[in-house]
C-alpha cells in the first residue's frame, strides 16, 4: 500500500476514535440530564464508532503496511440541550461523509483498487449514519419541549441493539 494512502488511512482511523470519544461524551451529558435512552443511543453510537476505526485498523495491517496511531483531544464535553446534541450528531456525521469521500477519491486518484473497494462499505454505512442522525434531530425538534413526546423518543432509544 502507498504511503499517501496509508497516512489517510491512519488518519481515518484516528477520527473515526475521535468520533466515539464524542459520542461518549454526549452520553455522559445525556444520562447527567436525565436521558438515559439518549445516553445509551450515545453509547451504542460510540462502539460503531470504533468498529469502524478497528476495521480500518484491521485492514491497515492486513495490507501490511503500520498503523500509526494518532493524538486525539478532548470532545466538546458540554451542551445547551438535547438538540444541540443532535444537530452536532449531525455535524460530526456529516463530516465524518466527507472525510470518507476524500479518502475514497484519493484511493482512486492513487489507483489504490483495493482500499476503493474497502471503503465502499463506509460510504454505504456514512449514507445510513446521515440519515439516522438527521431524522433523531427531526423528531426531537417536532416535540420541542413536550416531556411526554421526548420521553416516548428517549424509550425507543433506549432499546437500540449494538
Not at 461524551?25 to 464508532?49: K, N, T
Not at 420541542?144 to 423518543?153: K, S
Request: glycine share 4%; with cysteine; aromatic share 8%.
Amino acid at each position: 500500500m502507498n504511503s499517501i494512502i496509508t497516512d489517510a488511512l491512519n488518519e481515518q482511523i484516528k477520527h473515526e476514535f475521535a468520533s466515539a470519544y464524542a459520542y461518549l461524551a454526549m452520553a455522559a451529558w445525556c444520562d447527567l440530564s436525565s436521558y438515559p435512552g439518549f445516553a445509551h443511543w450515545m453509547r451504542v453510537q460510540a462502539q460503531e464508532e470504533i468498529n469502524h476505526g478497528l476495521r480500518l485498523f484491521d485492514y491497515v495491517n492486513d495490507r501490511g503496511a503500520l498503523v500509526q496511531l494518532q493524538e486525539i483531544g478532548a470532545p466538546q464535553a458540554e451542551f445547551a440541550s438535547i438538540i444541540d446534541i443532535l444537530e452536532s450528531t449531525v455535524e460530526q456525521e456529516s463530516a465524518q461523509t466527507e472525510r470518507i469521500l476524500a479518502l475514497y477519491r484519493k484511493a482512486r486518484e492513487t489507483d489504490a483498487i483495493a482500499t476503493e473497494v474497502q471503503l465502499h462499505w463506509f460510504v454505504n454505512e456514512q449514507v445510513e449514519e446521515e440519515k439516522t442522525a438527521e431524522t433523531l434531530l427531526q423528531q426531537v425538534r417536532r416535540v420541542g419541549q413536550d416531556m411526554a413526546g421526548l420521553l416516548v423518543i428517549d424509550r425507543r432509544l433506549a432499546a437500540r441493539q449494538v
